[in-house]
Nanobody
């Protein structure tokens, strides 16, 4: 069992930066792929970024490439999402997710089996 707790969300202006954190409990965090997703009410969940267990392999959603960076610290059981050059359209609830069984780093939400409660990110113009 893994519990995930996101933090770091808030209200920022367009062009600003924000770093989200996701703290995980559980003994095998270092063996899990981790992902970030976001969702706006009335819209489908969107893939943001994912990272393999070692941190060497990272993947990003199309509009996030070059602006967002996912990283992890296995010693701290934490995964991060650094978001730069934020845009109004980045406004959403951001969710952290953990995958305990896939052999490749998943980029779809259905493959993740643990989810956090989400943290709101609001970008104003």
């Amino acid at each position: 069992q893994v519990q995930l707790v996101e933090s770091g969300g808030g209200l920022v202006q367009a062009g600003d930066s924000l770093r989200l954190s996701c703290a995980a409990s559980g003994r095998t965090f270092s063996g899990y792929a981790m992902g970030w997703f976001r969702q706006v009410p009335g819209k489908e969940r969107e893939f943001v970024a994912a990272i393999g267990w070692s941190g060497r392999n990272t993947y990003y959603g199309g509009s996030m490439k070059g602006r967002f960076t996912i990283s992890r610290d296995n010693a701290k059981n934490t995964v991060y999402l650094q978001m730069n050059s934020l845009k109004v359209e980045d406004t959403a609830v951001y969710y952290c997710a953990a995958d305990s069984w896939s052999t490749v780093v998943p980029t779809t939400g259905d493959e993740y089996d643990y989810w956090g409660q989400g943290t709101q990110v609001t970008v104003s113009s």
